[in-house]
Nanobody, 125 residues
Framework: QVQLDESGGGLVQAGGSLRLSCAASGRTFSTLTMGWFRQAPGKEREFVAA????????FYLDSVKGRFTISRDNAENRVYLQMNSLKPEDTADYYC??????????????????WGQGTQVTVSS
């Protein structure tokens, strides 16, 4: 079993930045592909970004490319999502997720095994 705990959400003005953090425990972190998803009010949860076991590959939702950066620290058992140039449409609950198997390029929620409780991000215009 893996426990995931997100932090770093908050209220920010459009154009601003936030850094989300996710702490993992319970399983060797370096064996997990890590991802971030988000769910805006009234919408389905969607894939945002993922990073491979050794951080060699990262993959992003088209609308966040060039603005968001996913990274991980296997020594600290943490994954991060640096969000720059935030837009009101980035407002959502952001979830950290982990998967044991499969491609980093898959965006299917069903292929992720473990989920955090989420952290809220609100971007004001």
């Amino acid at each position: 079993q893996v426990q995931l705990d997100e932090s770093g959400g908050g209220l920010v003005q459009a154009g601003g930045s936030l850094r989300l953090s996710c702490a993992a425990s319970g399983r060797t972190f370096s064996t997990l592909t890590m991802g971030w998803f988000r769910q805006a009010p009234g919408k389905e949860r969607e894939f945002v970004a993922a990073i491979s076991l050794n951080a060699g590959i990262s993959f992003y939702l088209d609308s966040v490319k060039g603005r968001f950066t996913i990274s991980r620290d296997n020594a600290e058992n943490r994954v991060y999502l640096q969000m720059n140039s935030l837009k009101p449409e980035d407002t959502a609950d952001y979830y950290c997720a982990a998967r044991r198997y499969g491609s980093v390029y898959s965006t299917k929620q069903s292929e992720y095994d473990y989920w955090g409780q989420g952290t809220q991000v609100t971007v004001s215009s």
